[in-house]
C-alpha cells in the first residue's frame, strides 16, 4: 500500500514537459505560451481619435455653447487607415474619424454630437479640454512590455492582444495528445441494445471528456475485450500517436484484470495498492517513454483517480503547476464518516454564501454510483486518520472542472 502522495509523487517524477511547437495563432487556442510575449511598438501606435468628429486646437472652442456656439472652417478629412501627414493651425479644424491619426497641431476631438455636423465649416456648441477623445499612442501597452505571460493559457482575450502586437505565430507547450481506452467484455456502446449482464461503457466517454477539461486533446478508442492479446495490440497502436495513454477497469483482483496481467513489469508499469477510496487499485507507468495510466473500471473510481493523479500529470506536461489551484477550504454542512486509513473523496456539493464556503455531500458514495457524481460540483477530500468528522468542521475540497 502507498499513500495518494506518494503515487502523485511518482507520477510527477516521471512525466515530462512537453517539448515547444511553434504554432498559427488559431492553432494556439487551448495551448500554454510557452515564451512571453512582448510588444514590439506601442500601442495604439499613435494618437488617434477616440470619435467620430472633429479635431480642433482646444483653446478655439473654450467659449462654446449652446446659445453661443463656435464656428471653424473644415480644412481636412482624416478617416482611420489614412497614412499621409495632416496637419492643422489654430482657427481650423479637420473632420476625423474613430481611430484615424490625429493630425498634427490639433490637441482635442470633438464628438460630432457636439457640433451641427457641417462640411465646410463647423458649428460647435461645447468647449472640450485639451485631450478631449484622443487616445494616446502607447496607453494600452507600451514598447517591450510582456503582453502575455509565459505558462498562460491562450483564450480568445490572449490570442487577440498576441495579434494586436502583430505575431503571426507564438511557441506553445502543446495539449497533451490522450488516448483513452476501456476495457471489459460486458461494455456495450450507448446506442447499442444491451443483453443480460451488460451495461454501457461510460467510463471512456468522462475521461475522454476530463482530458479536454484538463487541456488536453482526449481520444476515445473502441472498447477492447478482456482479451490479452487485444489489450497487447491496442496499446502497441496507440503508443505511436499518444503523449499518453489512460485505461479503465482490468487491475484490481479478479481473474479477467487482464490490463495488470499484461502491463505488470512492462516498461516501467507498476501495480499498487493506494490508501484512497474511491480508486484503490491504480497502475502507472511509462512504456516506450509514453505514461500509461491504468485506472480502476467503476466509473467513480476512474474520475476521481483522474482528477488526483491524471489531472496534475496533465498540467506538469503542458508546463503548469500539477496542483491546479482548485482546492477550497470549506465548512461541513453535516456530519461524516470516514475509512480508516484511507484517504476518501466525498462527491460533495460546494456553495458560497456570505463570505465562506460550505459544502455537503452528494447523495450515495458507492464508486459505481455515478448519478451523484452527476450532481457533485466538489471532492471533500478527508484525511487518513480520520473516521467522523462532525458539522461545522473545516475540511478540503477540490473543485471540480464544469
Ligand atoms: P473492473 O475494474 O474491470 O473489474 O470493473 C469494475 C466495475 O466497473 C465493474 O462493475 C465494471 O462493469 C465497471 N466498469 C468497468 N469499466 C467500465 C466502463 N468503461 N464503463 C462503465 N462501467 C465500467
Ligand atoms: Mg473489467
Known amino acids: 500500500m502507498r499513500t495518494v502522495g506518494e503515487h502523485l509523487a511518482d507520477i510527477l517524477g516521471s512525466v515530462a514537459v512537453l517539448p ?10 487551448g ?65 476625423i474619424m474613430t481611430g484615424a491619426p490625429l493630425p498634427a497641431g490639433a490637441d482635442a476631438v470633438v464628438p460630432v454630437e457636439w457640433t451641427d455636423g457641417g462640411n465646410a465649416t463647423v458649428r460647435i456648441s461645447r468647449a472640450a479640454p485639451p485631450g478631449n477623445y484622443i487616445r494616446r499612442a502607447g496607453e494600452d501597452v507600451t514598447a517591450g512590455q510582456v503582453v502575455v505571460a509565459a505558462g498562460t493559457r491562450l483564450g480568445a482575450a490572449q490570442l487577440g492582444m498576441i495579434a494586436a ?10 495539449k497533451p495528445r490522450v488516448v483513452v481506452v476501456a476495457t471489459g467484455d460486458e461494455l456495450r456502446e450507448p446506442g447499442e441494445g444491451l443483453a443480460p449482464g451488460q451495461i454501457w461503457e461510460s ?15 482526449g481520444y476515445r478508442q473502441a472498447t477492447v475485450e478482456d482479451e490479452p492479446g487485444k489489450v497487447m495490440e491496442m496499446l502497441e497502436d496507440q503508443l505511436v500517436r499518444a503523449d499518453a495513454i489512460v485505461t479503465t477497469g482490468g487491475v484490481s483482483m479478479g481473474t479477467r484484470d487482464v490490463v495488470k496481467e499484461v502491463l505488470a513489469g512492462t516498461g516501467t508499469v507498476n501495480f499498487h495498492k493506494v490508501r484512497m477510496r474511491p480508486g484503490k487499485p491504480q497502475g502507472f507507468g511509462l512504456l516506450e517513454g509514453t505514461p500509461v495510466f491504468t485506472l ?3 466509473p467513480v473510481s476512474a474520475y476521481v483517480s483522474f482528477q488526483v493523479f491524471v489531472r496534475p500529470a496533465l498540467r506538469a506536461m503542458q508546463g503548469l503547476p ?27 456539493r460546494l456553495s458560497f454564501n456570505r463570505g465562506f464556503y460550505t459544502v455537503t455531500a452528494a447523495g450515495v458514495q458507492g464508486s459505481h454510483q455515478l448519478g451523484s457524481l452527476a450532481t457533485a460540483n466538489a471532492l471533500i477530500e478527508l484525511p487518513e ?18
Do not use: C, W
Open 20 to 29: 515547444p511547437l511553434d504554432l498559427a495563432l488559431l492553432e494556439a487556442q
Open 31 to 95: 495551448a500554454v505560451l510557452a515564451e512571453p510575449v512582448t510588444a514590439p511598438v506601442p500601442l495604439p501606435p499613435f494618437d488617434n481619435s477616440a470619435m467620430d468628429g472633429y479635431a480642433v486646437v482646444a483653446a478655439d472652442i473654450a467659449a462654446a455653447t449652446e446659445s453661443a456656439p463656435v464656428s471653424l472652417p473644415v480644412v481636412g478629412d482624416i478617416v482611420a487607415g489614412d497614412t499621409g501627414v495632416a496637419a492643422i493651425r489654430p482657427g481650423l479644424s479637420a473632420r
Open 165 to 174: 502586437v502583430g505575431r503571426p505565430r507564438v511557441t506553445v507547450r502543446p
Open 203 to 217: 467510463n471512456a466517454y468522462m475521461l475522454t471528456a476530463a482530458v479536454v477539461e484538463a487541456g488536453g486533446v
Open 296 to 298: 480502476p473500471g467503476n
Open 322 to 348: 500539477p496542483d491546479s489551484g482548485a482546492k477550497v477550504s470549506a465548512v461541513l454542512g453535516e456530519d461524516v464518516k470516514s475509512p480508516a486509513g484511507l484517504r476518501h473523496f466525498l462527491r460533495g
Open 385 to 402: 486518520d480520520v473516521e467522523a468528522l462532525p458539522a461545522g468542521s473545516h475540511v478540503d475540497v477540490m473543485r471540480l472542472p464544469s
